[in-house]
Nanobody, 115 residues
Framework: QVQLVESGGGLVQAGGSLRLSCAAS????????MGWYRQAPGKQRDRVAT???????NYAGSVKGRFTISRDNAKNTVYLQMNSLKPEDTAVYYC?????????WGQGTQVTVSS
């Protein structure tokens, strides 16, 4: 089992920045990739950014150039730096970890961007 705990969400004005953190614990061996997803009210959960253990990153088109995913292996933590935030970025942000055939999810953290 892998446990994921997100933090760093909050309320920010448009144009502002936030940094989300996701701390992983438990059986974290053989995690293939970690990522961030978001879900706005009434919408499906969408991929925001992913980072493989090899260091490859992938971003949704809507956040490319504004968001950056990174990790600190010593802390078993993945980050999402979000700059130039827009009201449409408002959502619950979830951290995910892919291990073999399973995907683990965190509890989510709310990000609200006011106009």
């Amino acid at each position: 089992q892998v446990q994921l705990v997100e933090s760093g969400g909050g309320l920010v004005q448009a144009g502002g920045s936030l940094r989300l953190s996701c701390a992983a614990s438990g059986s974290i061996f053989n995690i293939n990739a970690m990522g961030w997803y978001r879900q706005a009210p009434g919408k499906q959960r969408d991929r925001v950014a992913t980072l493989t253990t090899a260091g490859s990153t992938n971003y949704a088109g809507s956040v490319k150039g504004r968001f950056t995913i990174s990790r600190d292996n010593a802390k078993n933590t993945v980050y999402l730096q979000m700059n130039s935030l827009k009201p449409e970025d408002t959502a619950v942000y979830y951290c995910a970890a892919d291990q073999d055939w399973r995907r683990y999810w965190g509890q989510g953290t709310q990000v609200t961007v006011s106009s």
